[in-house]
């Protein structure tokens, strides 16, 4: 069975010319305690012990070098014959001579593996070309866990540590830029060019870092790759994987604008009402040709979803080659040829939501004064009539049909001149309200009281008026007019 030499905490076999000094000295050692056995003042159990351990702490590979090394030093001081001392010192003579080439050896081992680190993280294409430079660097760490160590091995050790650190990185770097996450990369490249050991150097990295596209240029070019709604959401899904979770700034708000961007398409496309604002509104990117890109995506949107939206027949879409502004302008024509004022109303509001026009616009007030005019005679409430018409007038819309209103005021007057002339009166002269303005201008109040009997001033109840069959109001008609009242006592 071959001997073990203790090495730096770890146990290595002896060679050939350890095991001879060893089997010479246990030689001699015998000897002298045999030639001693019965002797007055014999250290025979002394000597046997001191035999014992120098035998197992050769053979242990857990045993202590510096225990062993003091044993064979004061071995005179059991063994009195001086050829136990001479093979004392030959067998610690082999075991440093041993030493030494072993950790020569292991040196020259470190050395070399830090030569492959460098090697191989310079030619290293890929992330997967330096597993097996990680692997070997992993096993020497485990390996090389001592604290009983000489100082050179000591300073390889952290050496290889700072090889393994850099190595992993230069794979987490090489990852990052295989799967075009710059942010990744640029982190990476940051944080080595902070590193003590350096296995590429410091000038080649921040070459590499120089000559990194900008997060700016990356976001932009993807960005600009969008030809349709369609591309939108595979744009997000590589502005993504290309932003770390520190990722803020213009990324993450160019993120956002295209996420609303989709969201809207996608209502669109399953049958849901879409949002018509979007969150890039009234901001600004860098370079410009983002925010051109977001303004043609909108016009795309806008032209797609105008026609639902409006209420125009489905084959009226816009053309390739046409603008968001020219195809809302041949809508509008097409609304105004129907006489639609419904469309041109949906249309009105889409262009205020365009621009981001949160108040309620002109054509809104006068088209719903001029719907509730209507509304209010065919109910029969004819003053009420005459003060919508009024209002639908005075909002200024080019929506408002001015010729039909015009004749719906005219068949009142003729039909129902009191209610026609108190109507113009309350338009001309409203009472003051405690409620503030009605929406369409007047005391809110009156508008309640107008449906109720009038209390006159003697206090008696104002007779009912007899109720008028519901028509149908159309241009050019006249209010049908209410049956003759008996003269009083007839």
Request: charged share 30%.
């Given at each position: 069975?071959?001997a073990?030499?203790?090495?730096?905490?770890?146990a290595s076999?002896?060679?050939?010319?350890g095991e001879v000094?060893?089997?010479e000295l246990?030689k001699?050692?015998?000897?002298?305690?045999?030639?001693?056995k019965g002797?007055?003042g014999?250290?025979?159990?002394?000597q046997l012990?001191m035999?014992?351990?120098?035998?197992?702490?050769?053979?242990?590979?857990g045993?202590?070098?510096n225990?062993l090394?003091?044993?064979l030093?004061?071995?005179?001081?059991l063994?009195?014959?001086?050829g136990?001392k001479r093979?004392?010192t030959?067998?610690?003579?082999e075991?440093?001579?041993e030493e030494?080439?072993v950790?020569?050896?292991?040196?020259?081992r470190?050395e070399?593996?830090?030569?492959?680190?460098?090697?191989a993280?310079?030619t290293a294409?890929e992330p997967s070309?330096?597993d097996?430079?990680?692997m070997?660097l992993e096993?020497r760490r485990r390996l090389?866990?001592?604290?009983q160590q000489s100082p050179?091995?000591?300073?390889l050790?952290?050496l290889l540590?700072?090889a393994r650190?850099f190595t992993a990185s230069?794979?987490?770097?090489?990852s990052?830029?295989?799967?075009?996450?710059?942010a990744?990369a640029?982190?990476?490249?940051e944080n080595?060019?902070?590193?003590?050991?350096m296995f590429i150097?410091r000038?080649?990295?921040l070459s590499?870092?120089?000559n990194l596209p900008?997060?700016?240029?990356r976001?932009?070019?993807?960005?600009m790759?969008?030809k349709?709604?369609?591309d939108?959401?595979?744009?997000?899904i590589?502005l993504?994987?290309?932003t770390?979770?520190r990722?803020?700034?213009?990324?993450a708000?160019v993120i956002?604008?295209l996420l609303?961007i989709?969201k809207?398409y996608?209502q669109?496309?399953?049958?849901f009402?879409?949002t018509?604002?979007?969150?890039?509104q009234?901001r600004s990117?860098?370079?410009p040709e983002i925010?051109?890109?977001?303004?043609q995506l909108?016009?795309?949107?806008?032209?797609?979803?105008?026609p639902?939206?409006v209420g125009?027949?489905?084959?009226?879409?816009?053309?390739?080659?046409?603008?968001v502004?020219a195809?809302?302008e041949?809508?509008?024509?097409y609304?105004?040829?129907?006489e639609?004022f419904?469309l041109?109303?949906?249309?009105?509001?889409?262009?205020r939501i365009?621009?981001g026009?949160?108040?309620v616009?002109?054509?809104?007030?006068g088209?719903?004064?001029?719907?509730?005019g209507?509304?209010q005679?065919i109910a029969?409430q004819?003053?009420?009539?005459?003060?919508?018409?009024?209002q639908?007038?005075?909002?200024?819309?080019?929506?408002?049909?001015?010729r039909?209103?015009?004749?719906r005021?005219?068949?009142?007057?003729a039909?129902?001149p009191?209610?026609f002339r108190a109507g113009?009166?309350r338009f001309?002269?409203?009472?003051?309200?405690?409620?503030?303005s009605h929406?369409y201008?007047?005391n809110p109040?009156?508008?309640?009281?107008?449906g109720?009997?009038q209390?006159?001033?003697?206090?008696?109840?104002?007779?009912?008026?007899k109720?008028t069959?519901v028509?149908?109001v159309?241009?050019?008609s006249?209010p049908?007019?209410?049956?003759?009242?008996?003269?009083?006592g007839?």
């Amino acid at each position: 069975m071959a001997a073990c030499l203790v090495v730096h905490g770890s146990a290595s076999a002896l060679d050939e010319r350890g095991e001879v000094a060893l089997k010479e000295l246990l030689k001699v050692m015998r000897e002298e305690v045999d030639a001693g056995k019965g002797k007055e003042g014999s250290a025979e159990g002394s000597q046997l012990r001191m035999m014992s351990f120098i035998e197992k702490s050769s053979k242990n590979p857990g045993s202590d070098r510096n225990a062993l090394e003091q044993h064979l030093d004061s071995i005179e001081n059991l063994f009195t014959q001086p050829g136990v001392k001479r093979a004392a010192t030959k067998l610690l003579e082999e075991i440093r001579r041993e030493e030494t080439e072993v950790e020569d050896a292991r040196i020259a081992r470190a050395e070399a593996l830090v030569e492959r680190v460098k090697q191989a993280v310079r030619t290293a294409k890929e992330p997967s070309d330096l597993d097996s430079i990680l692997m070997d660097l992993e096993e020497r760490r485990r390996l090389d866990n001592s604290a009983q160590q000489s100082p050179k091995l000591q300073e390889l050790g952290s050496l290889l540590v700072s090889a393994r650190n850099f190595t992993a990185s230069w794979q987490d770097y090489l990852s990052a830029r295989e799967s075009h996450d710059i942010a990744a990369a640029r982190e990476v490249l940051e944080n080595l060019k902070s590193e003590r050991a350096m296995f590429i150097p410091r000038s080649e990295i921040l070459s590499l870092e120089a000559n990194l596209p900008s997060e700016v240029s990356r976001v932009a070019k993807i960005v600009m790759e969008i030809k349709s709604l369609d591309d939108v959401r595979p744009a997000i899904i590589k502005l993504n994987q290309g932003t770390n979770s520190r990722g803020i700034g213009q990324t993450a708000e160019v993120i956002n604008a295209l996420l609303g961007i989709d969201k809207n398409y996608q209502q669109y496309k399953e049958g849901f009402p879409p949002t018509l604002r979007f969150t890039f509104q009234g901001r600004s990117y860098d370079p410009p040709e983002i925010e051109t890109k977001f303004l043609q995506l909108q016009a795309e949107f806008y032209k797609l979803i105008a026609p639902s939206y409006v209420g125009a027949p489905k084959e009226m879409v816009a053309r390739e080659d046409e603008t968001v502004t020219a195809f809302l302008e041949r809508l509008e024509e097409y609304g105004k040829q129907q006489e639609n004022f419904g469309l041109r109303l949906k249309l009105s509001d889409l262009r205020r939501i365009m621009t981001g026009n949160d108040y309620v616009s002109q054509d809104n007030s006068g088209i719903a004064a001029y719907n509730a005019g209507k509304n209010q005679e065919i109910a029969g409430q004819y003053e009420l009539a005459v003060v919508s018409y009024q209002q639908a007038l005075r909002s200024g819309s080019e929506l408002v049909p001015v010729r039909a209103i015009g004749e719906r005021l005219a068949a009142l007057k003729a039909g129902y001149p009191e209610e026609f002339r108190a109507g113009i009166e309350r338009f001309m002269d409203p009472p003051p309200s405690r409620y503030g303005s009605h929406p369409y201008g007047g005391n809110p109040s009156y508008y309640h009281q107008l449906g109720r009997a009038q209390t006159p001033q003697s206090g008696h109840p104002a007779p009912a008026k007899k109720e008028t069959p519901v028509q149908e109001v159309s241009p050019g008609s006249v209010p049908p007019k209410e049956p003759a009242k008996a003269p009083p006592g007839n």
